[in-house]
């Protein structure tokens, strides 16, 4: 889970760089990139609780 976190923050570190250099087509990329990070991320804290319960 501590890599998910990692390569969420690096993917938002990105996200505004690519959007301060207008580069739509990066912004495009990292903000899907993130999306996808953020669902897993979602899916392990879900199966972890799921084990706990």
């Given at each position: 889970?501590d890599d998910?976190?990692?390569?969420?923050?690096e993917y938002?570190?990105?996200?505004k760089?690519?959007?301060?250099?207008g580069k739509h087509d990066?912004?495009?990329?990292?903000q899907?990139?993130?999306?996808?990070?953020?669902?897993q991320?979602k899916?392990l804290?879900?199966?972890?609780?799921?084990?706990?319960?």
């Amino acid at each position: 889970m501590d890599d998910t976190n990692s390569e969420i923050e690096e993917y938002k570190i990105d996200l505004k760089k690519a959007k301060r250099q207008g580069k739509h087509d990066k912004v495009e990329k990292y903000q899907q990139k993130l999306n996808d990070e953020t669902k897993q991320l979602k899916q392990l804290i879900d199966e972890l609780n799921s084990l706990v319960d």
